[in-house]
């Protein structure tokens, strides 16, 4: 007679543990199939003119804490790329405004035949949304940024 199970007994036993050996190749496979298949998202070319500048000045605040509005010169406004209506612009900077805990700074970016009442409302819509760190981009800072490059 055979021993406890018999001539069937089985030769090996079942792991109670699950094996990380291959974990790390796992976690790098995933990390390089996220770095191919990420999106960066630029901002678009608009065709503008900007206004010419005597002097400017170098802004040090990092990219996530600028939010950029568009002008065109029919008084159309984009903010980060997206048309939003000129009575909306508060209510779309107040949130982001609060988000940054203030730190939000607004660039405006206009053509220079945009009408001064554009500009205005703009101005306005932002002193409602409290964000009052605003500059305007010209001509001289997109020359010393293309020369920069």
């Known amino acids: 007679m055979a021993g406890k199970g018999g001539p069937f007994e089985r030769k090996s036993k079942v792991a109670s543990e699950i094996p990380t050996a291959s974990m790390a190749d796992i976690a790098f496979l995933l990390l390089i199939f996220f ?20 002097a400017t000045q170098k802004i040090d605040e990092k990219r996530k804490n600028i939010l950029h509005v568009w002008i065109e010169p029919d008084g159309e406004v984009y903010i ?4 939003i209506p000129m009575d909306l612009v508060a209510e779309t900077v107040l949130p982001l405004y609060r988000e940054s805990d203030r730190r939000l700074m607004v ?38 940024r293309r020369e920069r490059r």
């Open 35 to 54: 770095m191919v298949s990420t999106t960066i998202r630029r901002e678009q070319d608009r065709d503008l003119v900007f206004p010419k500048a005597e």
């Open 80 to 83: 980060n790329d997206r048309n």
């Open 107 to 144: 660039a405006i970016r206009g053509d220079r035949d945009v009408p001064y009442r554009f500009v205005n409302a703009v101005t306005e819509q932002l002193r409602e949304a409290n964000a009052v760190r605003v500059f305007f981009h010209t001509d001289k800072e997109s020359r010393v």
